[in-house]
Every structure is written in C-alpha cells, then in structure tokens.
C-alpha cells in the first residue's frame, strides 16, 4: 500500500514537473516547442521573458502542444532525456532508505538499478559504486535527505569523477 501511495505521489510530481517544463520552457529560447515557438522563432530577442510569455501562451491557447509533443511535430522532440531523469527521481524515491544503504556499503541492487537507469554502463559502474561510497557522507548523511537532492548530488558527483563524466555524457 506504502509503495501504491507513494507511485501515485511520484507520477502526480512526474506530471507536474512536465507541466512546468512545458509552460517554462528552455531558458535560452522558450517554451520548447509547438506552434507558439513557430509563431515567434524570428523574434531577435529570444531570451526576453515577454517572448518566451507569448511563446507559452500561443500554445496554450493553440492547445496542440500535447499533439505536437506526443506526434514529434511543430519542432518538437522525443530524445528520451526528460524521462530518463524523471525514472531516476522516481526510482531514488521509491527506494531512498534501501539506496543509502547500498551507497554506504558501496554495492546492492538498488545501487546497480540506479547506475544503470543513470546510464552508467556495466563496465564502469565498480568505479560508480565505489565513488559513492567514498562520497557517502557528502552525498546522503550531510542532512539533506531529499531524494532529488540526492540524485542531483549524483549526477553533480559523476561529472566530476575523471573516469565517469567520460561515459555520463
């Protein structure tokens, strides 16, 4: 039932943060895509709030963002990288207590499943387990025990591992 509860709590964040991904949009051009990143591409001024504003609002009002989103047009994209990152959150929420406990004992399941959702392939992830149990402390004991903090803690450690930021690109 624990697990039921907290799956449904994951997907209600996992639908809202696409919310807020869609209405934000990049930050260096807009709301992504649809037809109000069409209707305003020309616009010399991109990074302007205004036009991202009018970017976001012509596809509200369209309503075709969805459409566009799901059938990869009006520039829109499914490269997978928003919900590879969405399953690693999920995941470290549904399996933060089990996960602490295999970053401190630098091996178990849980850590394997995590590097590999990461996209840590098999072959580096003995210096994957390894780093985090070095790095326990700074990465789950320092008082934070949010399990996005702890992913993007992660993903921060990795980049500036020399062996791993290699393979996480």
Do not use: R
């Not at 499914?78 to 091996?107: P, Y």
């Not at 098999?122 to 320092?142: I, N, R």
């Amino acid at each position: 039932m624990k697990k039921l509860l907290m799956l449904g709590v994951v997907g209600m964040f996992v639908a809202t943060q696409g919310g807020f991904a869609l209405a934000a949009g990049n930050p260096d051009t807009g709301p992504g895509c649809g037809l109000g990143k069409i209707a305003w591409e020309n616009y010399p001024h991109q990074k302007v709030i205004g036009i991202q504003t009018m970017e976001a609002t012509t596809n509200g009002l369209m309503g075709n963002n969805t459409f566009a989103i799901s059938s990869g047009t009006s520039g829109c994209t499914n490269d997978g990288k928003f919900w590879a990152e969405q399953k690693v959150n999920a995941f470290a929420s549904l399996n933060f207590e089990n996960l602490a406990q295999d970053m401190a004992q630098g091996q178990g399941e849980h850590l394997a499943s995590l590097a590999t959702l990461m996209g840590i392939p098999a072959a580096q992830q003995p210096a994957f387990f390894t780093m985090t149990q070095e790095k326990y402390a700074s990465l789950v004991a320092a008082g934070e025990t949010s399990p996005v903090a702890l992913v993007k803690a992660l993903n921060e450690a990795v980049a500036t591992n020399p062996m791993l930021a290699k393979v996480s690109q």
